[in-house]
T-cell receptor, first 113, second 113 residues
Framework: DVKVTQSSRYLVKRTGEKVFLECVQD?????MFWYRQDPGLGLRLIYF???????EKGDIPEGYSVSREKKERFSLILESASTNQTSMYLC????????????FGAGTRLSVL | AQSVTQLGSHVSVSEGALVLLRCNYS??????LFWYVQYPNQGLQLLLK??????LVKGINGFEAEFKKSETSFHLTKPSAHMSDAAEYFC???????????FGTGTQLKVEL
């Protein structure tokens, strides 16, 4: 089974802090994604990466950055957390071969106070 | 650009009743369509996917969806609801270009005794 692991289920941070959300997948997938999920808005893509050190902006990249130094790990960084970044963050990965199935982690619920 | 619209942010059914969750898509090319389910405090799990092989797609937990090109729809159904089906359901379309998915805003399913 594919496993996508997010390092924290719950995080509480203060405004202005630098926040790191970590995601690791164990299936040697090329593509990885970060979404945020808000009630009534569904999932919105923040950033994705199709290879090590490669990244592309998604639909809502403002206030976020990412890092992919190793194939299995994709980090989301909030440079200076703000209250409007309080949300559920979901990581996903997808392999090649035309299967097109994204596998998701359990999510990190971030509260910025 | 491909997109999906989910009609009804909340649906309530009685246990044993038919479940119908609606999804309409917009796509200029033959779409790849997905239904995902999210149980409380968990990530998303794939229910089923349509990739043009067959218009009626069967998924896990007794769910199925029918692709109707003339109606641009991909509604999710289950003949008899169970309490364990209570969750949030997301329709998504494969956007291509990096294996991206675009999600609908979600439908919360409530199952009552």
């Amino acid at each position: 089974d594919v496993k996508v692991t997010q390092s924290s289920r719950y995080l509480v941070k203060r405004t202005g802090e630098k926040v790191f959300l970590e995601c690791v997948q164990d299936m040697d997938h090329e593509n990885m994604f970060w979404y945020r999920q808000d009630p009534g808005l569904g999932l919105r893509l923040i950033y994705f990466s199709y290879d090590v050190k490669m990244k592309e902006k998604g639909d809502i990249p403002e206030g976020y950055s990412v890092s992919r130094e190793k194939k299995e790990r994709f980090s989301l960084i909030l440079e200076s957390a703000s209250t409007n970044q309080t949300s559920m963050y979901l990581c996903a990965s997808i392999g090649g071969g035309g299967k097109n199935i994204q596998y998701f982690g359990a999510g990190t619920r971030l509260s910025v106070l | 650009a491909q997109s999906v619209t989910q009609l009804g942010s909340h649906v309530s059914v009685s246990e044993g009743a038919l479940v119908l969750l609606r999804c309409n898509y917009s796509s200029s090319v033959p779409p790849y369509l997905f239904w995902y389910v999210q149980y409380p405090n968990q990530g998303l799990q794939l229910l089923l996917k349509y990739t043009s092989a067959a218009t009626l797609v069967k998924g896990i937990n007794g769910f199925e969806a029918e692709f109707k090109k003339s109606e641009t729809s991909f509604h999710l159904t289950k003949p008899s609801a169970h309490m364990s089906d209570a969750a949030e359901y997301f329709c998504a379309v494969f956007t291509g270009g990096g294996n991206k998915l675009t999600f609908g805003t979600g439908t919360q399913l409530k199952v009552e005794l």
